[in-house]
């Protein structure tokens, strides 16, 4: 990438909310061992892929509870119980949002993310967060999960971006080194700060210290 970039899309999961099926199911099975087989064999990361690829909730859940019958009722609260799989927004996020929105900056979400779910959760308070974001390509409503490059040309298709010009965040390795590869420059993120100094090093107009003028 030659320049500044000119727009910054934003993973969902873990980079501006917390995500974690275990969040969920260390309320409803408190052996950690049990919680670790079930977590690993029964409600897996494939099947939540399923449900990101845009597949009906309802048929992907009876699949599992198919195989798994014992287990029909932990398996349906993935449905029933859902948004607390999430965590309050991280605030160092938010704020990263806020500073790109105000300085002009546009900002996508760019999420593998159920259709379903998150219409459970957009208009929730605890989440305003994301209508503060420019626009949203999730996987469930495009069919296509990253790291698969079909969905960074469409987020930049749908954006009207050059992927030469757009950053892309995300907490996996996978879908970052998958952004690379389309032309994107990409960034792992772990935490708040790091980001902050990231995108700052990128020349994209943030704060290095925004405490620094709290009262």
Known sequence: MTGTPQVVFFDLGNVVMPWSPRRLYA?????PVELGRFTSEVMTVAVNEELDRGR????????????HPEHGELI?????RWPETLAEPIAGTV?????????GVPRYALSNFARS??????????????HR???????????????????YAM???????????????????????????????ALLFTNP???????????????ADPGRHAS
């Open 56 to 67: 009906s909730h309802t048929d992907v859940l009876a699949e599992v509870e198919a195989r």
């Open 155 to 185: 987020a930049c298709e749908r954006f009207r971006v050059e992927a030469s010009h757009a950053v892309f965040i995300d907490d996996r390795l996978d879908n970052v080194d998958a952004a690379r590869n389309f032309g994107m420059t």
């Open 117 to 130: 779910t998150f219409d459970r959760i957009v208009e929730d308070p605890r989440f305003a967060v994301l």
């Open 193 to 207: 700060d790091k980001l902050r100094h990231e995108l700052i090093s990128l020349g994209l107009p943030l704060e």
């Open 133 to 151: 974001l420019d626009g949203w390509l999730l996987s469930g409503d495009v069919g296509v999960i990253k790291p698969d490059p079909a969905i």
């Open 95 to 103: 704020e990263i949002i806020d500073e790109l929105g105000r300085a």
């Open 76 to 80: 349906w609260a993935y449905w029933t």
């Open 27 to 31: 309320e409803l099975i408190p052996d």
